[in-house]
């Protein structure tokens, strides 16, 4: 399951997040009914993760064919919002650009990404980031901002990225938090590893 939307839809939707949640859980309740159904074939149902596997966090696979650059989607891992957001080739350019601006431009806090992630664009693609889209501050939703937004909330020369409604903090678009901000990190990376270009598994990965 997952919700896909363009970037700067992401923002109008910040302050719905408890609601979406909810609704996300009615649909998986949805699911969880069909799967039943399909008991009647075992061999097909095998493979599907039960909803008590998903709640203990079982590994979530998303399909990201249709993501156009520029959008993000949103999955549910572990009860988690969990982004996929595909960069442009001038989202990618700009990242280095803010590291002096950023607390932990190297992403140097290991507990924030797996350290497949300990890079400048805190990915595996740079052209994809796989991102927990909840803040580290004290766990509100934040907002994807697009670059060059009349937004006054995050300044200036904004170049995209996150902005959390609750008390101000501001993240790139690879989830690096910005300095003198109440977020103490950067936003958690999952651990993932792409299946195939298309096919992402949130929540496993080839680390021992
Ligand atoms: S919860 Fe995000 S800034 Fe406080």
């Keep these: 399951m997952s919700?896909?939307?363009?970037?700067?839809a992401l923002a109008a939707n910040a302050s719905d997040h408890d609601?979406?949640?909810r609704n996300m859980v009615m649909l998986t309740v949805a699911v969880a009914g069909a799967a039943t159904v399909a008991t009647a074939i075992?061999?097909?149902s095998s493979f599907a993760p039960s909803q008590r596997a998903l709640a203990a966090g079982a590994a979530v696979e998303a399909d990201i064919t249709d993501?156009?650059?520029?959008?993000?989607?949103?999955?549910?891992?572990?009860?988690?919002?969990?982004?996929?957001?595909r960069r442009t080739e001038e989202t990618i350019a700009d990242l280095?650009?803010?590291n002096d601006r950023l607390v932990d431009p190297q992403s140097e806090v290991k507990s924030q990404q797996p350290v497949y992630a300990q890079n400048v664009t805190r990915s595996i693609k740079p052209e994809y980031l796989v991102?927990?889209?909840i803040c580290t501050h004290l766990g509100c939703?934040?907002?994807?901002v697009p670059k060059g937004?009349?937004?006054?909330s995050v300044g200036a020369d904004w170049k995209g990225g996150f902005f959390c409604p609750c008390h101000g903090s501001t993240f790139d678009s690879a989830g690096r938090v910005f300095k003198n901000k109440p977020a103490p990190t950067n936003l958690e990376i999952p651990p993932h590893k792409y299946l195939s270009d298309g096919r992402v598994l949130i929540g496993e990965d080839n680390t021992a």
Excluded: C, D
């Design 3 to 8: 919700v896909s939307q363009p970037f700067n």
């Design 19 to 21: 609601a979406e949640r």
């Design 42 to 44: 075992p061999l097909v």
């Design 67 to 85: 993501l156009a650059p520029g959008a993000i989607k949103t999955f549910e891992w572990r009860g988690k919002p969990v982004w996929i957001y």
């Design 96 to 98: 280095p650009t803010l």
């Design 131 to 133: 991102a927990v889209g």
């Design 141 to 144: 939703s934040p907002g994807a």
């Design 149 to 152: 937004t009349s937004n006054p």
